[in-house]
């Protein structure tokens, strides 16, 4: 059996690291590989606290499956532990002030008992416990400064039964807290910190804590912002059982969501003067023609270049580096949903345009991978699909979605009917509104225009056309004139129509460009000077003949 014998928590909490694998310094602890499951990425956090080692596995494992993996248990994580084995805490709580200094600790033990004890001001390191060691000791809740924070912000702060559960929805990105002399014993002072804070509490499924969850609704209504109770499935005690078999972020924000009557249209009623009183943040500028929270859409016929198109927008956002004539402003972390492409075709023109070196902040979602995988089809036209790939963009932090293209990942829709796009429309709004930017990829019809109903460019604030040149050749590659149709906000020279080539150079492959018009006006020069008729370079180009006979008279031709 391996014991950890150290003079401090510290110490101890170096030596268990050091029998990880990976293991490195992080904050006040250590990061390492976890022993207890196979684990690329660390995600173990090793921290010393008090007399103390706390050990939280991000997949979960616990201190005792990774104690014994190392040849130990859950007795050695403790500096004085005691030498029988028996009353060993699993965990410790903190109860700071508002400045982040300890009034008192709460220690956990198996199976469920806790014990409340408080600095020894005389004999610094050390702890009074016993009866009424809590006198005089100001009643604060748990997780206090994060509590205050949220309150000023106007985030939700969730409220639990007991500190465990305030942990788990801590590792879930949540602000939680609890109160510090446990169930049926919520007060008037532990209400006062919440003052006009939007709270959700969530009781566990057992008598005791829908009493508790009662008791504390009492408490705080008249003094909170907003207050709900929000039930979590049956099938499981508290929030940290649904937790660990596997309930993510994503669930909870549904759950919330789904219990939260919505608010009535006159909440939302502004006067003129209140409108234009409102502070509102800034779109951050990816583009000059794009932002953030906002929705594209490119078309074009087939075979025109649209995937090359965005796929090399994705690695310039993702980099960043300059698309084509513009500069971009910031990193964002991008996902490209791929409906149509095989996997190998992908690898390669991700190759060609990103070199060896491809940004880590580019994700992809390829339909053909999916079904490797998964043994399912790429489609979002069910409101379950839409629902995977909006978790999937609260785990990597997506803040721009590419979706290639409409027809692939949309099946079963009728493109000429706007009510059959409603429901993909309405999700699209809420992914702005979540600040999500969308860029959709899309099929032209017999006619030029975008396939299908045109209600589906109403909520979009911009479109760009890709066409081929007059004349092109399937051998002449990828070469495409651009042209914006809809630029909401933006005007002039940054939306002017561009001529776009994909071309081979000593370094690989490089995307120039020239203004449209400079580049037919060079074509219609050529073509004059070779003695073509107007008539005939009008229908070749698809230009106006009256364009061609002011060029004429210009070069006195």
Known sequence: ???FACHDA????????????????????????CPAHDDHTPSLSITPKGDAVLLHCFAKCSADAVMRALGGSTVDLFVNRPSNGHAVPVDMYDYVDAAGSLLSQKLRYHPKRFVQRRPDPANPGQYLSGPGCLQGVRKVL??????????TAGTPIYVTEGEKDAKTLMALGFTATTNRDGAGKWDASDSTPLAGADVIVLPDNDEAGQAHASSVAKHLQGHVKSLRVVQIPTAYKDVTDWVEAGATKTDLDALVQAATPPAPLAASLVSSVDLLGLTLTPKAPYLDWLTERSLAMVYG???VGKTL?????????????????????????????????ALDSLQDRVRQLAGDHPPPGLHFLPSELVYARSGRDLTLTGAADRQDLDAMLDTYGIKVLILDNVSCLFPGLDESKKQDWEPINAWLIRLRHRGITVLVGHHAGKNGQQRGTSGREDALDTIIALTLPPGHQAQDGCHVHMRFEKSRGVKGPTVEPLDVRL????HGQVWTYAPLEATRTEQVKTMLTDGIPPKVIAEELAIHLSYVYRMKKQLCL
Not at 142 to 151: G, K, S
Not at 326 to 332: I, N
Request: proline letters at 8%.
């Open 309 to 341: 198109w965005l796929l090399e927008l994705a690695l310039c956002l993702s980099m960043p580096r300059p698309f084509l004539k513009w500069r971009a402003h910031q990193q964002v972390s991008v996902l490209f949903v791929d409906g149509e492409m």
């Open 503 to 506: 071309d081979e150079s000593p």
């Open 142 to 151: 748990y997780n206090l400064p994060a509590v205050v924070a949220a309150t």
């Open 1 to 3: 059996m391996t014991t």
């Open 10 to 33: 510290s110490a101890l909490a170096e030596a268990i690291a050091q029998r990880c694998d990976h293991a490195r310094p992080h904050g006040d602890g250590w990061m390492a590989r």
């Open 301 to 303: 016929p087939r075979g």
